[in-house]
């Protein structure tokens, strides 16, 4: 509001009753404001535009004013439209973000439930990977010196069933019980005394650091 207008006051333009709250600037705040209808507004300004034209010069007025307040109800409406196409469109996507994120903790609590349960766990997985590899070396030393591609499997069954361990933690499972015993190494330790062996304890220990 410039310093030196006569009046100043504010607008509730809402949908049910538009007003326009004035008062003389000079008696501000200490007199009681005038509300005036958006159409007494409008019918006023109107009023004051045509006084004194001729009949031609006030139909052009007229004509004007009518073509400003359909511009400016357009862009309104423009302006309206889309508002309501933003808050749809973050509804929306709020909706789809919750149920991604539903369908996804539904996901991961049922690979934890595999992971628990399912032909013992993954920890019993691990184990019985680590048994069989001592079995075939106690066993059949001749052949698994004979093909080295059978350790190399197993032993890729053996990161890829540990890094899975790691990675998602399961707080439920029929064997969980014996990863936390302080008397039992469950699952058992990579099987040897080999270098390679120790450098595999290693790396398990250093991934879950």
């Known amino acids: 509001m410039p310093k030196d207008a006569k009046w100043c006051g504010c607008a509730t333009l809402n949908t049910d009753d538009p007003k326009l709250w ?13 509300g005036f209808t958006l159409s007494e ?3 006023a300004g109107l009023h004051a535009k045509v006084t004194g034209l001729s009949d031609a010069d006030r139909d052009a007025a007229i004509a004007e004013c009518v073509a400003d307040t359909l511009d400016t109800l357009t862009r309104l409406h423009e302006s309206l439209t889309a508002c309501q196409l933003a808050i749809h469109g973050c509804r929306s996507a709020n ?27 993954v920890h019993k ?22 093909h080295p591609e059978v350790v190399s499997w197993l032993q890729s069954q053996d990161d890829f069933l540990c890094e899975l361990a ?10 969980l019980s014996l990863t936390k015993s302080p008397t039992l190494t ?3 330790l990579w099987p040897g005394e080999t270098v390679e062996s120790l450098e595999r304890q290693a790396a398990v220990a250093a991934r879950r650091v």
């Open 22 to 34: 004035i008062v003389e600037q000079s008696n501000w705040p200490d007199c009681e404001s005038q």
């Open 41 to 43: 507004v409008i019918a």
């Open 95 to 121: 909706s789809r973000k919750g149920k991604m994120f539903f369908r996804e903790s539904k996901l991961i609590a049922h690979v934890r439930r595999v992971m628990g349960w399912v032909g013992g766990g």
């Open 125 to 146: 997985r691990i184990d019985e990977n680590r048994e069989l590899l001592e079995l075939l070396r106690n066993k059949v030393p001749d052949f698994v010196a004979a």
């Open 166 to 175: 790691d990675r998602v933690p399961i707080t439920e499972g029929q064997f």
């Open 186 to 188: 469950f699952p058992r």
